[in-house]
C-alpha cells in the first residue's frame, strides 16, 4: 500500500483521537485546517528546522544510514539530528540537497491538493454554499495551483532519479573501505509486499532479499547495527520483524508503523523517527517489561500512530509493542506482547536448517559417512536442533520427524541388521529370483503378453478397412443402376412420355435430338427458348424434367452421404489402426530395451549378495546396491513394467530398502526409547515400508 494512500487511515483515526471535529484531510498541521490561499503551499517550508551541521563530537566510524525514498526531507533531518545528538555520523542515500530541493515541492503539491479538498468538500458539489469562496473561483485556483506543483515536482525530481540498489552498493562500498560500522538504518519509502520503493526519485524497488544480499556480502560493516527504522505502511509487523533479525542478527530495536503510516510531512512521523532514533539505546538496556512499555509509550507519538516497536531486552528477551486499528473502527488499541517464538523460528529456519538439510543429504546419499554417535557428533547436534525446533518446520518438511534422523545415529549399529531380519524370507526370495534369471524365456513371456494382443488388434483394424472401401466401391459402380431401376425414376419417365406426346411433332423431334445428344439440362434450356411459341404445351413437359431432375438430385445426395459415413469410419479406423500399430511399435522396443536389462542385470547385480551387504556393508554399500536396481525398478525404470512384474520379490526389497536408506521411515523404524536401548540390535518390528 502506497505510503499517501494508506495514511490517510491513519489519519482519520488519530485526527478523531485528537480532536472529534477534526477533518481527516488536515494532514499538515493536526488540528488545523489548511489555507485556502493558492500560494500558501510554498510557504510550508521552515528553514530553522535544518539541524546544519552536527557541533557535537562525532565518530565518523559510526554510521546511521538512511535511505529516502520519497524524498521526506523532514524524516530526514529528525534522523539526522538525532544522530548528531548520539554521535553517529549522518549518511544519506541519495544527497541531502535532493531530499530537501524534490521534498519541497513534493510537500507544497500535497498541500496544494489538500487544499482543494478541503474546500470541495466544504461547499460541495452544488456551490450552494453561503462561504463566498465556493463560487469565486477559489476551488479552480486551488486544483490549477495544484496540478502546476505536480509538474513542477516531476521535472525536479526526473534528474535526480536513482535505482536504490545501484546506490546503495555503491554507499556500502565506500563505507565498508573507510573501515565504518553501521550502527542504526533507516528506510522510508511506501513498502508493500517486503520491499521499499518510492513515488518521485526511484525508478525501482528495493526488495529484503536484495537488501540481505548486500548485507552478506559486507558482513563487518553490518555486524553491529542496533536500531532499524522502516518508515512504510505495515513496514513493523511481527513477521517483517523476525526476517529483518534473521538478516541482520545484531538488530535490538525495530520501529516504524504496524499497519498505514503517516506522511512524512506530518509531525507525527518525522518527530517520532527522531525520538525513537534518539532513544532506541536506551530502550535496548531495559530490562523490565513494564519498564519498557512505559519508556515506549514516552516515544513521541507512539500511541497516537499506528506505530511499533519491537526491542531486544538487557534481559535477552524479545517484546513488540504495537498500535492497530480496533475492530469498530474507532481509533486505535495498544498490544505489548513477548515475540520470542517467532524470532526463534525464523531463526532455525533461515539460518540453520538449510546447513542442516545440506548435511542430512550429504549423510542420506552415502557422500558423507555416518558421523560416530558421541557427544560431538554434527549429527547429534543436527538431531537435536531439529529435534527442539520441529514446530519451526516449514510446510514443506511438516511430515519430516526427526525421529528419523535420530535413526541415523544407530543406522550402522542396529537400523540395517533390523531390516535384514524382518525381511529375510523377501531378501532370500529377491535372490532367487535375480540368480535364476533367463532372459530368453521372459522375452517369449512379455511376447505373449504385450504384443501378440496388440498384433490381433492391427490385424483386425486392418480388416475393418478392407471391408468398407469395398462397400464404397461398390456403392459407386451400382449407382446409375439401381436409379434407373427404381420406381421413382420409371414413374418420373412415365410422367414425361406422356407429356412429350402432347407436343407438336416438329418440337418433339427437335427436343428428342437434343435429348440424346446433350442431355436432360440442355433439352430444358431449349424448350425455355421456345417457351414463347408454346407455352401451354411446353410448360407441362418442362415441369415432368424438373421433377425427373429433382429426384436425379435428391437421390444423388443420399448416396453421398452414405458414401461419406463410411469414408468417415474408413478415416477413424485407420487412425485407431495407426495408433495401435505406434503402441505395437513402443512395445516391441520396451521388449528389446527390457530383453538388453536383463541381460545387463544378469551381468552386473545377478549375483550380488542383499543380506551379505547389509550384514557387512556401510550405507554407501547398500546406496550402490539401490543404484544399480534403480534403472529397472525405480519410477523411471527402463524395464516394461509387464517385466519387472517377473521380479515380485525383488521390486518389493528395492522400495523398502530405498525408504529404508532415503527417508528412514519412522513407523518402520520406531521410536521406542532408543536413546536408552543398551542392545546392538533395535526391536524386530514388521515395518510398513
Known sequence: ?????????????????????????????????????????????????????????????????????????????????????????????????????????????????????????????????????????????????????????????????????????????????????????????????????????????????????????????????????????????????????????????????????????????????????????????????????????????????????????????????????????????????????????????????????TALKAWYSGAEPLPQDSQTSPLRRVYFDMLQNHDCYPSNLKDFQPHQIGLMRFFESGVKQNFAGVFASEIQASERELQALNPRAIRDRLSSRAISPLSRQVADKRREIEAAEQEITQLKEGFEGRFKSSPSYKAALAKIDAQYEELPKRLRRKIGDTFQQEGLSATREKIGAMKSRLQRKSESYLLALNELENLQTRVQAKHTNEIDEIQSRVNSAKNESSRIERDLNEAQSRVDTTIGSLEDVKNRIGSISISQVLETGTRKDILAVISKLDPYFGSSARMDRTAQGEFPATRAIYTRLNRMLRNLDADCMPFLEWHEHSSSRLPQVRCQL
Open 1 to 357: 500500500m502506497k505510503k499517501s494512500t494508506c495514511a490517510l487511515l491513519t489519519l482519520i483515526t488519530t485526527s478523531l483521537l485528537a480532536s472529534p471535529r477534526a477533518h481527516a484531510w488536515n494532514f499538515y498541521v493536526d488540528g488545523m485546517a489548511p489555507s485556502l490561499d493558492p500560494n500558501a503551499a510554498e510557504m510550508l517550508f521552515d528553514p530553522s528546522a535544518d539541524p546544519g551541521n552536527c557541533q557535537n563530537s562525532v565518530d565518523p566510524k559510526r554510521i546511521l544510514l538512511m535511505i529516502d525514498f520519497n524524498s521526506s526531507y523532514r524524516e530526514m533531518w529528525a534522523a539526522k539530528k538525532s544522530a548528531c545528538e548520539r554521535g553517529m555520523k549522518f549518511v544519506l542515500i541519495p544527497d541531502e540537497s535532493v531530499s530537501v530541493s524534490v521534498g519541497r515541492k513534493h510537500e507544497a503539491m500535497k498541500y496544494a491538493y489538500d487544499q482543494y479538498s478541503y474546500l470541495s468538500d466544504r461547499c460541495g458539489e452544488d456551490s450552494t454554499s453561503s462561504d463566498p469562496r465556493c463560487s469565486n473561483g477559489t476551488r479552480d485556483a486551488l486544483y490549477k495551483k495544484a496540478e502546476e506543483l505536480e509538474r513542477e515536482v516531476e521535472a525536479a525530481a526526473k534528474p535526480y532519479e536513482f535505482d536504490p540498489n545501484v546506490e546503495l552498493n555503491k554507499k556500502v562500498t565506500e563505507l565498508s573501505r573507510q573501515g565504518a560500522k553501521i550502527v542504526s538504518l533507516v528506510l522510508s519509502g511506501h513498502h508493500s509486499g517486503g520491499s521499499f520503493y518510492g513515488e518521485n526519485l526511484t525508478s525501482t524497488d528495493l526488495d529484503d532479499s536484495s537488501f540481505f544480499s548486500v548485507v552478506s556480502r559486507n558482513k563487518d560493516l553490518f555486524s553491529d547495527v542496533h536500531f532499524l527504522g522502516l518508515w512504510g505502511c505495515s513496514g513493523v509487523t511481527q513477521g517483517e520483524v523476525t526476517k529483518w533479525r534473521v538478516g541482520i542478527p545484531s538488530i535490538e530495536v525495530v520501529a516504524g508503523f504496524y499497519d498505514s503510516a503517516p506522511l512524512g510531512i506530518r509531525n507525527s512521523s518525522y518527530e517520532f523517527l527522531g525520538d525513537i532514533v534518539a532513544k532506541a539505546r536506551d530502550l535496548s538496556n531495559i530490562s523490565n517489561p513494564q519498564t519498557l512499555k512505559a519508556a515506549i509509550n514516552g516515544v513521541k507519538h507512539a500511541r497516537s500512530t499506528y506505530s511499533s516497536v519491537y526491542v531486544h531486552t538487557a534481559a535477552n528477551e524479545d517484546y513488540i509493542y504495537f498500535n492497530k486499528p480496533r475492530e469498530s473502527g474507532e481509533g486505535i488499541q495498544n498490544f505489548f506482547e513477548p515475540l520470542t517464538n517467532e524470532i526463534r523460528c525464523q531463526a532455525f529456519r533461515t539460518q540453520r536448517l538449510p546447513g542442516h538439510l
